[in-house]
């Protein structure tokens, strides 16, 4: 179900404010409230929270201009659109100097657009917002991180030779065993292949303390932790050594990897979203684009492509990677199958494919088919299915302009009924 959108509409001309009432006769998730001067606007933007507001440039008392500028001194994020009934330029740089989110020029077709307007310029702001709080939320973690690590018990050890000579009982914590257990044992093999370079400051350019560095460690019951050690050198027992202290960080890196996986979402999202709302080019291009923004946001992505419903066939409309992997894939897969519900498939022993529908007004039109590899992060389904209403919508956008202009890649043919 679409969450309800909040809008005030500012018009002071009673025949254009009932044309707008029209134009959303059809869209029952926007609730307006309408005002026909500045002063009764503002007024009810001080007592009611709205998702965007529409402010006529031409008004009696404040004119639209002002009143843009007084919402902006108190909330300088919710979009605010300006209509006038001159389409000049002039204009349109005044509104955006003054931080309008857009400028719309009064016409019969514009009114009519205004519910796909509104409704982009509402769901990129919610993403702004969001991502702002998870910038926010990933300073706050540091914060508490720093302060932790800086009040806990490190682990304390000596190596000489490369083993360890002397560990504290915070050291065993961390890797899983009684502290004794590891005296005489390599730090080398408690790190991981692909860490091993952390190993060689340990054992060069002793005379200088070696930078903090971070590696994964593997426990002796077969997991594995990250760690932050900083090592310095020192003399113990009449022969040189390595003082080293040793922090399990494994938490902090887990949020660092799901954050950067949450930033890579919603970048790719982002840039989604702008594609639909600004559509650039060709469509064939414009879902091009998105296919390349979807697989920028999926770890270990190596095949995608997006199909749309066309004549009773669904045509591969943008391709990533290798078209005979894809077409494989889709080789005897029933296309009204894929168009009913997201799907994940395990069909060999490279890829794990994901496909989500793209719907347009609740009618599915389409799909998009993504292969990840085995040991890739298993996000993909969810990631798609916040991606796919985005190309629905660019779909939709499309069709309101006109069909397709370029030749279908591939086509697959729905299978042919037979009479009984």
């Known amino acids: 179900?679409?969450?309800?959108?909040?809008?005030?509409?500012?018009?002071?001309?009673?025949?254009?404010?009932?044309?707008?009432?029209?134009?959303?006769?059809?869209?029952d998730e926007f609730f307006l409230d309408f005002a026909s001067t500045g002063e009764e606007g503002l007024e009810s933007v001080a007592k009611n929270s709205y998702d965007l507001i529409s402010v006529d440039l031409v008004l009696p008392g404040i004119g639209g201009l002002d009143v843009l500028v007084r919402i902006r001194k108190f909330d300088?994020?919710?979009?605010v659109v300006m209509v006038s009934g001159h389409g000049t330029t002039e204009l349109a740089v005044i509104a955006f100097e003054n931080r309008a989110t857009k400028y719309v020029v009064k016409s019969l077709e514009s009114f009519k657009s205004l519910p796909y307007i509104f409704e982009n310029l509402i769901v990129e702001a919610r993403y702004k917002a969001q991502e702002r709080i998870m910038r926010e939320q990933k300073?706050?973690?540091?914060?508490?991180?720093?302060?932790?690590?800086?009040?806990?018990?490190?682990?304390i050890y000596i190596l000489q030779d490369g083993l360890f000579r002397l560990v504290n009982p915070k050291l065993g914590e961390i890797f899983?065993?009684?502290?004794?257990?590891?005296?005489?044992?390599?730090?080398?093999?408690?790190?991981?292949?692909?860490?091993?370079?952390?190993?060689?400051?340990?054992?060069?350019g002793q005379e200088m303390p070696a930078p903090i560095y971070e590696s994964k460690v593997l426990r002796k019951d077969g997991t594995t932790r990250w760690i932050e050690f900083r090592?310095?050198?020192?003399?113990?027992?009449?022969?040189?050594?390595?003082?080293?202290?040793?922090?399990?960080?494994?938490?902090?890196?887990?949020?660092?990897?799901?954050?950067?996986?949450?930033?890579?979402?919603?970048?790719?999202?982002?840039?989604?979203?702008?594609?639909?709302?600004?559509?650039?080019?060709?469509?064939?291009?414009?879902?091009?684009?998105?296919?390349?923004?979807?697989?920028?946001?999926?770890?270990?992505?190596e095949v995608g492509g997006i199909f749309l419903q066309e004549r009773g066939n669904i045509?591969?409309?943008?391709?990533?990677?290798?078209?005979e992997d894809l077409m494989n894939f889709m080789e005897g897969k029933e296309p009204n199958a894929l168009l009913e519900a997201p799907k994940v498939c395990?069909?060999?022993?490279?890829?794990?494919?994901?496909?989500?529908?793209?719907?347009?007004?609740?009618?599915p039109k389409g799909v998009i088919v993504v292969a990840t590899l085995k040991d890739a992060d298993p996000g993909a389904l969810s990631f798609l299915e916040k991606a796919a209403p985005n190309i629905g919508r660019l779909v939709e956008v499309a069709s309101l302009r006109g069909p397709f202009h370029q030749a279908p890649k591939v086509e697959l043919l729905q299978p042919e009924k037979t009479e009984d």
């Open 1 to 27: 179900m679409v969450e309800p959108y909040s809008i005030l509409i500012i018009e002071d001309d009673p025949e254009h404010a009932e044309l707008i009432r029209m134009g959303f006769r059809k869209h």
């Open 76 to 79: 300088p994020d919710i979009p």
């Open 139 to 155: 300073e706050r973690s540091e914060r508490i991180h720093r302060n932790i690590v800086e009040n806990a018990l490190a682990g």
């Open 176 to 204: 899983g065993c009684a502290p004794e257990s590891l005296i005489g044992t390599p730090f080398w093999q408690l790190v991981q292949p692909d860490d091993m370079e952390g190993v060689t400051k340990l054992e060069h």
């Open 231 to 301: 090592t310095v050198p020192i003399e113990y027992e009449g022969r040189r050594g390595i003082l080293g202290n040793l922090l399990d960080i494994t938490p902090r890196k887990e949020k660092e990897i799901e954050l950067l996986r949450n930033n890579r979402e919603l970048l790719a999202i982002s840039s989604i979203m702008k594609r639909t709302i600004q559509p650039d080019g060709e469509m064939d291009n414009s879902l091009g684009d998105c296919l390349s923004d979807i697989v920028s946001g999926i770890d270990g992505a």
């Open 315 to 323: 045509v591969l409309r943008a391709l990533f990677g290798s078209v």
């Open 346 to 363: 395990r069909t060999d022993e490279d890829y794990i494919w994901t496909s989500v529908p793209v719907v347009c007004s609740e009618v």
